[in-house]
Antibody, heavy 123, light 113 residues
Framework: QITLKESGPPVVKPTQTLTVTCSFS??????????VGWIRQPPGKALEWLAL???????RYNPSLRNRLTVTKDMSRNQAVLTVANVDPDDTATYFC???????????????WGPGTLVTVSS | QSALTQPPSASGSPGQSITISCTGT?????????ISWYQQHPGKAPKLIIF???ERPSGVPGRFSGSKSGNTASLTVSGLQPEDEADYYC?????????????FGTGTKVTVL
């Protein structure tokens, strides 16, 4: 059974760096084609895709936020990490991580999601 | 990169059918079949209901179906049920090669009258 859970600070000050950790189980980031994606949702607004890290350390980023985002993974801990640099109040959102499948019964989709963690940017 | 365009709202009575459009460009929907749809109830994480344009994960009711024509993808809910009242989002693969990425739609709030 695949599960994911996000954790991060509830409040971050403007200009600081936000770090959100995704702890997962039920799959391996050693598996070819598998990845962990990051998505956020400001309160009352739409989903926004942020980034994706693949099993082979390849990564993809939202072009509009590319210069502020970094995704990494820690295979020993079954974790993926998203950092957002130089945050401002517009970065206030619920941050989700999701399992990006390689193939099979859900194709190459983001099929399992964590519950999300709300991060507020405020001084 | 702009979000894919969805109608802000859609509604129907129980038993009716509704269709939600998701319009992109030749650089995303028009070029790829990696299009998914998600259902999101308030305070919950999104749930995958359609992947690769028209495929349904196991456990998703058959009243949900997807299609694509040109730069527009569509989600149809046939035989609307009260529990279908939720927000719906499309997402598409976009770009190419090392510059590829994903882009979500603007979201559609579905109301069951």
């Amino acid at each position: 059974q695949i599960t994911l859970k996000e954790s991060g600070p509830p409040v971050v000050k403007p200009t600081q760096t936000l770090t959100v950790t995704c702890s997962f189980s039920g799959f391996s980031l050693h598996t070819r084609g598998v990845g962990v994606g990051w998505i956020r949702q400001p309160p009352g607004k739409a989903l926004e895709w942020l980034a994706l890290i693949y099993w082979d350390d390849d990564s993809r980023y939202n072009p509009s936020l590319r210069n502020r985002l970094t995704v990494t993974k820690d295979m020993s801990r079954n974790q993926a990490v998203l950092t957002v640099a130089n945050v401002d109040p517009d970065d206030t959102a619920t941050y989700f991580c999701a399992h990006r499948n390689a193939e099979g019964n859900t194709g190459r989709s983001f099929d399992y999601w964590g519950p999300g963690t709300l991060v507020t940017v405020s001084s | 990169q702009s979000a894919l365009t969805q109608p802000p709202s859609a509604s129907g009575s129980p038993g009716q059918s509704i269709t939600i459009s998701c319009t992109g460009t030749s650089g995303d929907i028009g070029s790829y079949n990696l299009i998914s749809w998600y259902q999101q109830h308030p305070g919950k994480a999104p749930k995958l209901i359609i992947f690769e344009v028209s495929e349904r994960p196991s456990g998703v009711p058959g009243r949900f179906s997807g299609s694509k024509s040109g730069n527009t993808a569509s989600l149809t809910v046939s035989g609307l049920q009260p529990e279908d009242e939720a927000d719906y989002y499309c997402i598409s693969y976009a770009g190419s090669g090392s510059s590829s990425f994903y882009v979500f739609g603007t979201g559609t709030k579905v109301t069951v009258l």
